[in-house]
C-alpha cells in the first residue's frame, strides 16, 4: 500500500527558508489525487498548508499563501514543501498526507487517507 | 474560509461508555466532512468520510452523522484504544479547515 515519509532539515533560523520532501512509495504520485502539507504546532491542532494535483494545480491556506510552494518530482515520486521567512511561530510537526478522492454520482468526496509519520521543525536561533 | 467548532473540547469517559462528538461548520458543506482520531506522537488517522462512511479497516463502533451544518462522531462503546483526540475536516471548500479538537480522556 502507500506509505509517505518525510524529510529535511530539524532546526531553522529565523528569517530561513523551510524546504521538506515527502517521498512516495508503493504508488505514483501521478495518480489522481492531491498531494497535501498539515501541520501541528507544540500542543495545538492540526492546521493545512496546501496541496498539489499532478496536473499542477495547487491550492493554498491563504494566512501561508504569500510563503508557501508546494511542487511535485514525478521523476523520484515525490513531493515538496518551501516556506519563506519562517519564524517561531513555524515551529511545527509537518506531516504529507494523500488527498484521496471518491465520486458517488456527480460528486467527488475527498479525504485525507494516507499520512506520514510527520517530522518535527523548530525555528529557533 | 469556513470555520469548524468541535465541541465539546474535551471529554472524560469510561470504557463501555457511548460517546458523541459534534462539530459544527460555519457554513453549509453537504456531506464533505471527515473526522480523524490522533493519538500523541503518532500521525492522524482517517475514520469516517463523507459524513458517514466508514474507513477500511476502522471498527464498526465508530460512526458519523450529519449533513449541511451539523455532524457528529459517534463511539458506540468506547475502548481503551480510543482514548485519543479526535478531529473534524471539511473538504468542500479547496481551502480545507479542521475542527479545534476533542480531547477523550479516561474518567
Known amino acids: 500500500q502507500v506509505q509517505l515519509q518525510e524529510s529535511g532539515p530539524g532546526l531553522l533560523k529565523p528569517s530561513g527558508t523551510l524546504s521538506l520532501t515527502c517521498a512516495v512509495s508503493?504508488?505514483?504520485?501521478?495518480?489522481?489525487?492531491?498531494w497535501s502539507w498539515v501541520r501541528q504546532p507544540p500542543g495545538k491542532g492540526l492546521e493545512w498548508i496546501g496541496e498539489m494535483y499532478p496536473s499542477g494545480s495547487a491550492n493554498y491556506n491563504p494566512s501561508l499563501k504569500s510563503r508557501v510552494t508546494i511542487s511535485l518530482d514525478k521523476s523520484k515520486n515525490q513531493f515538496s514543501l518551501n516556506l519563506s521567512s519562517v519564524t517561531a511561530a513555524d515551529t511545527a510537526v509537518y506531516y504529507c498526507?494523500?488527498?484521496?478522492?471518491?465520486?458517488?454520482?456527480?460528486?467527488?468526496?475527498?479525504?485525507?487517507?494516507?499520512w506520514g509519520k510527520g517530522t518535527t521543525v523548530t525555528v529557533s536561533s | 474560509d469556513i470555520q469548524m467548532t468541535q465541541s465539546p473540547p474535551s471529554l472524560s469517559a469510561s470504557v463501555g461508555d457511548r460517546v458523541t462528538i459534534t462539530c459544527r461548520a460555519s457554513?453549509?458543506?453537504?456531506?464533505?466532512l471527515n473526522w480523524y482520531q490522533q493519538k500523541p506522537g503518532r500521525a492522524p488517522k482517517l475514520l469516517i468520510f463523507a459524513a458517514s462512511s466508514l474507513q477500511s479497516g476502522v471498527p464498526s463502533r465508530f460512526s458519523g452523522a450529519g449533513s449541511g451544518t451539523d455532524f457528529t462522531l459517534t463511539i458506540s462503546s468506547l475502548q481503551p484504544e480510543d482514548f485519543a483526540t479526535y478531529y473534524c475536516?471539511?473538504?468542500?471548500?479547496?481551502?480545507?479547515?479542521f475542527g479545534g479538537g476533542t480531547k477523550v480522556d479516561i474518567k
Open positions: 475536516q471539511q473538504s468542500y471548500s479547496s481551502f480545507r479547515t
Open positions: 508503493g504508488g505514483s504520485i501521478s495518480s489522481n489525487n492531491w
Open positions: 457554513q453549509s458543506i453537504f456531506s464533505y
Open positions: 498526507a494523500r488527498d484521496s478522492q471518491m465520486v458517488r454520482g456527480i460528486i467527488n468526496y475527498y479525504y485525507m487517507d494516507v
